[in-house]
């Protein structure tokens, strides 16, 4: 009697540790269902917030160059140079503001969001027309680029300054993301005025000029 007592305790014994096994097993498996749904909603949210800021970043271009005074009218200047590069096509300005610290002698970026990414398109290919402007000729029109952007344009700079250095006798730009070289065409005859040097440095050097950080004033960054 005394071992069949002992034979019924094991078996409850074994019975309660493995119910507790399978207690343990479901309530892990429901927390790291939990936990994954944390982070697959945590991915989202900075999968949307992304893809806003990339949105914002079509729309939107940087302007160097442009005079900066102590009461300036910055939306009113933003609007005169559209209107010269894109004339009756000009796009709505949805907001306009400087980026960076404020250093005396040191003319801040403007950051433009336009109301479309077809819009800021097609100032970047009219911005070619500045140049022949009075107000505007040191203007320098490029795109909102991200950090990452930003950091590649700066190699690429690099490199086409290194190629200019070795390779005077060719013309480098820079296109889709690669320093591209060809030979210059050569003046008709002995008489004509030489080549003009290689502008592409010129039109990308600007671009340098800052690299736009927090507005001090405003809750704004440039991302």
């Known amino acids: ?27 892990d498996a429901v927390k790291q269902g939990c936990e994954g749904k944390a982070a697959s909603t945590q991915v989202i949210k900075a999968a949307v917030k ?6 914002d970043r079509k729309r939107s271009l940087m302007v160097f160059g442009l005079g900066e005074g ?3 009218a910055l939306r009113s200047k933003v609007d005169d140079l559209l209107s010269l590069s894109c004339a009756a096509a000009k796009p709505s300005i949805s907001d306009c503001y400087r980026v960076g610290e404020i250093r005396e002698g040191v003319e801040r970026p403007v950051k433009v969001l336009l109301n479309s990414s077809e819009a800021a398109a ?8 500045l140049r022949g402007t009075t107000r505007f ?10 950090r990452e952007e930003r950091e590649k344009r700066r190699t690429l700079v ?15 730009f820079i296109k889709n993301g690669t320093v591209c070289s060809r030979e210059k065409q050569q003046p008709p005859s002995s008489h004509s ?3 003009a040097p290689s502008s592409s440095l010129r039109s990308t050097a600007p671009a340098l000029a800052s690299t736009p950080v927090s ?3 405003r809750a704004k960054t440039q991302i």
Do not use: C, G, M, W
């Open 70 to 72: 102590p009461d300036e």
């Open 137 to 146: 000729k040191k203007v320098y029109v490029s795109p909102d680029r991200s």
């Open 193 to 195: 005025t030489a080549t």
């Open 1 to 27: 009697q005394d071992d069949l007592l002992k034979s019924k305790t094991d078996q409850v014994e074994a019975v309660q540790k493995t119910v507790e096994t399978e207690i343990r097993s479901f309530s």
């Open 158 to 172: 690099t490199q086409i300054k290194e190629k200019i250095s070795s390779e005077p006798e060719k013309y480098h």
């Open 50 to 55: 992304s893809a806003v800021l990339e949105d």
């Open 215 to 217: 507005h001090p004033s």
């Open 122 to 129: 097609r100032v970047l290919r009219n911005a070619k027309v």
